[in-house]
């Protein structure tokens, strides 16, 4: 069911309690039993020469027998998958995507049983299988669309729509009456497509909505979230409402554009809104001026946003100091305050609700945490999509959606979406027999 976050409650748990249930060790929770040299492998280039050094120095001053050393990765998910045919790929690993739930145990060290891992963290179920829990979230996200609310607001715009057609009706405000791209889909870097992904169960206000996908034949029918999610991607494109050369975007260059006004808006996780907030201050503005919205829909009068765990740190099974390497994750989760500065949801229960998701207070946003899949079939949404070759969680299924609303490919939206449940339809009877 869809639930508010809680907020403002201090953490009170510490890492040592958990380690008592360290898995492959034995060491009691005392930090001077917990010793070795470990490497932790992440993908945050950025601030591991800063951010990160900090942690380990405060890691290490509990943790006096152990050494932190970090291996920071541009690449991470083509070179750690790479690494990952040999038994080198750190002693602590943020889990890659292209890692199925059936593999978890060939790479990584159980941290214990989802039951217990429950009682401390959210987003347990989402690396866990057959029981056995393998990884904790570095920090957790929201779905919604991170705005330039100067922008909204030069253009009539002083509330968040709580429908498509409003939506749809704000862009086109903001195409009349400012010099800014409505929004921006980054097409040409392609993986932010993939974050309207991000808001499966949104729409709908179903946490059970990846399930309910495996037992129907066509996601892109009217009333389900697909439909309603890609259709606003294709209406506010072939209506004229996002950037006039989609091969030309760039990343980089489009928090610039938002944070100074240039952009109105852009469909990512919360995870953005602390880099927008940067962009804006190193333009001239304010943070102030970025805020977070929820999908333009109401379910019951109530705007949802489906939250999920960031990558989830993790344990090589081939560590030969996996007490120190666990110490490392729930220190990490519980003590470092990542997840508070990157402004994400914390991954532990009782952490505080961040600052970047006030908008979402003020608005009485409730949220969704998408229900695991049933035993035995953790797999079948992705076995589909694969099989279907519709990318759900990547770009290029998207990018054709872009290209036909923009007239650069045959068809509409109708025959698109016929089209794709056409394709879902035939992969599910192929891989359920």
Known sequence: MATRLIGGIALAATSAMLLAGCAGGGDSGDPDAIAGDITVLTQRTDIVDTVFQDYKAEFEKQYPDVNVTFEAITDYEGEV?????????????????????DQLATYFEPLGTV???????????????DGQAYGVAITGNASGIVVNKKVFEAAGVTEAPTTPAEFLDALQAIKDDTDAIPLYTNYKDGWPLSQWEGNQGTPTANPDAPI??????????????????????????????TEE????????????????????????????VVQMQQAAEDAGGSADDIGYWPFPNQVDGAFHSTISGD???????????????????????????????????????DGPTPATLADFDTLGVEY??????????????????????????????????????????????????????????????????
């Not at 039951?115 to 299988?129: G, I, N, P, T």
């Not at 120190?324 to 994400?344: H, L, T």
């Not at 759900?392 to 998207?398: A, M, P, S, V």
């Open 212 to 241: 309910h996908y495996t037992e129907i034949d066509d996601p892109w029918s009217k009333g389900e979230d697909h439909y309603l999610i890609d259709s606003l991607l294709f209406d506010a494109v072939h209506e004229g409402l």
């Open 368 to 433: 969704v945490e998408l229900t695991p899949a049933p035993a035995g079939k953790e797999s079948l949404l992705t076995d589909i999509f694969n099989t279907a070759e519709i990318d759900l969680w990547g770009n290029l299924y998207r990018q054709k959606l872009v290209d036909i609303a923009r007239g650069a490919a045959d068809g509409d939206k109708d025959s698109y979406f016929a089209e794709l449940n056409s394709k879902w339809a035939d992969a599910r009877a192929e891989v359920e027999g």
């Open 311 to 349: 990558y989830k740190n993790a344990v090589n099974i081939h560590s030969e100091h996996k007490a120190a390497a666990r110490a490392w994750i729930d220190w990490f989760a519980n003590e470092s305050g990542y997840a508070e500065d990157q402004g994400g949801i914390a991954p532990t229960l």
């Open 81 to 101: 998958a790479t690494r990952m045919n040999t038994d080198d790929y750190g002693d602590v690993l943020l889990i890659p995507n292209t890692i199925t739930k």
């Open 245 to 272: 050369d989609p091969l030309t975007t760039n990343w980089e260059e489009s928090k610039g554009l938002l944070g100074s006004g240039k952009v109105g808006a852009m469909v990512l996780g919360s995870w953005a």
């Open 115 to 129: 039951d217990e891992l429950k009682e401390q963290y959210r987003f347990v179920d989402e690396q866990s299988y």
